[in-house]
């Protein structure tokens, strides 16, 4: 009898294991720039748009002048579903210019740059060019990327890029993790 269960367990585990298919979605309800520097940039346009239970977002930058130096201060916070007080998932600073030399190395930053390669219109490195537009489109979170349990609950990103020593910009995302309906 033991035996059985133990078999039917394995089963169900490798079955698990071997499903792409996810059991929720990443939804975002806000993305917002909450600082930018206007002698740096030309243009910066975003929107977050909801369509077929995803969120796709589409965004443009067009910098007024190179960008050689690029600092990243990312950081990630999740409320599990009815809880008051969230988990930092991440607080980190990296040299943007090398973590878009070395991406390969970075696992936890991999996943956004694969990401983001697959939407934008050029592949990003340093220096940033002046007078170009920097594009991506629909990019979303593809919940096969991320690992086969994800809990529900509310997350919230902030994103800092410093150039000079100075903030440039700032980019806040906000979002669910819900149940696939």
């Not at 965004?59 to 916070?77: G, S």
């Not at 592949?123 to 990019?139: G, R, T």
Request: charged share 25%; glycine share 2%; net charge positive.
């Amino acid at each position: 009898m033991k035996t059985s269960y133990l078999i039917c367990g394995i089963y169900v585990l490798l079955d698990l294991a071997c499903s792409n298919e996810r059991s929720f979605r990443i939804y975002f309800d806000e993305l917002s720039i909450k600082y930018k520097v206007p002698d740096i940039f030309e243009k910066m346009d975003s929107t977050l748009v909801q369509l077929n239970n995803r969120s796709y977002i589409n965004a443009e930058i067009i910098l007024k002048r190179d960008i050689t130096d690029l600092n990243v201060r990312a950081i990630m916070e999740f409320w599990k579903q009815n809880a008051q007080t969230n988990m930092k998932l991440y607080d980190v600073r990296v040299d943007g210019c090398n973590l878009l030399r070395n991406i390969k190395k970075n696992k936890l930053f991999n996943f956004y740059v694969k990401s983001f390669k697959k939407h934008a219109n050029v592949i990003l490195k340093c220096p940033l060019k002046a007078n170009f537009s920097y594009k991506m489109v629909d990019w979303f979170v593809d919940e096969n990327d991320l690992p086969l349990f994800v809990p529900p609950g509310t997350f919230r990103t902030i994103t800092e890029f410093f150039t000079q020593k100075r903030l440039a910009i700032r980019v806040v995302a906000h979002g669910k993790v819900l149940p696939k309906s």
